[in-house]
């Protein structure tokens, strides 16, 4: 099982560039995320999408936008890419009914110079 | 204010020692309540859940959760030098199934 794969694993735009970020899931989970993670900040989340069709704004979602392209894919773009986008981003996902917590994809290292 | 607080750390302990890891919360409709490991460079993986109040525990793992005082801990038994991680406290908070994260406290096993 693969679990939860997102591509690619580093990634080096300038300023102005565009990107998307993949994440799939292989554990017919429903619900997906995009979470953020900076030194001193914690993990904060970007997007989420409860189930295939829906997506909702977390706390950080200025200068991204989401496609749940379907119930195994979730992108995450970056339309013009800041330095204050610079990050590690994790996408996520979880089975609906009792929550027994996420599991993580293994990340994508951005930095924007 | 961050809805879940840790302290940063590094929480230092040595090699067999039990570490004790603590975490507070503001919002009182928060349900359930997380712990994940992350290695350097690494993702988070989640090491247990508590849902009730009182003791869970698993293996060398009890997790602690007391709804009046708003604190969850993590306590580690015979701490091994493969522990040495950061340890994210997280609370589902806002709605369904929707997770907030502590910054971590890194804890730094002795050998």
């Known amino acids: 099982n693969a679990g939860v794969t997102q591509t690619p694993k580093f990634q080096v735009l300038k300023t102005g560039q565009s990107m998307t970020l993949q994440c799939a899931q292989d554990?017919?989970?429903?619900?997906m995320y995009w979470y953020r993670q900076d030194p001193g900040m914690g993990l904060r989340l970007i997007y989420y999408?409860?189930?295939?069709?829906?997506?909702d704004k977390g706390e950080v979602p200025n200068g991204y936008n989401v496609s749940r392209l379907n119930k195994r894919e979730f992108s995450l773009r970056l339309e013009s890419a800041a330095p204050s986008q610079t990050s590690v981003y994790f996408c996520?996902?979880?089975?609906?009914?009792?929550?027994?917590?996420?599991?993580f994809g293994s990340g994508t290292r951005l930095t924007v110079v | 204010q961050k809805e879940v607080e840790q302290n940063s750390g590094p929480l230092s302990v040595p090699e067999g020692a039990i570490a004790s890891l603590n975490c507070t919360y503001s919002d009182r409709g928060s349900q359930s309540f997380f712990w994940y490991r992350q290695y350097s460079g690494k993702s988070p993986e989640l090491i247990m859940f508590?849902?009730?109040?009182g003791d869970k525990e698993d293996g060398r793992f009890t997790a602690q959760l007391n709804k009046a005082s708003q604190y969850v801990s993590l306590l580690i038994r015979d701490s091994q030098p493969s522990d040495s991680a950061t340890y994210l406290c997280?609370?589902?908070?806002?709605?369904?199934?929707?997770?907030?994260f502590g910054t971590g406290t890194k804890l730094q096993v002795i050998p």
């Open positions: 508590i849902y009730s109040n």
């Open positions: 999408s409860a189930s295939e069709g829906t997506t």
């Open positions: 996520a996902s979880t089975n609906t009914g009792l929550f027994y917590g996420y599991t």
């Open positions: 997280a609370g589902n908070s806002g709605g369904y199934q929707k997770v907030t």
């Open positions: 554990m017919n989970h429903n619900s």
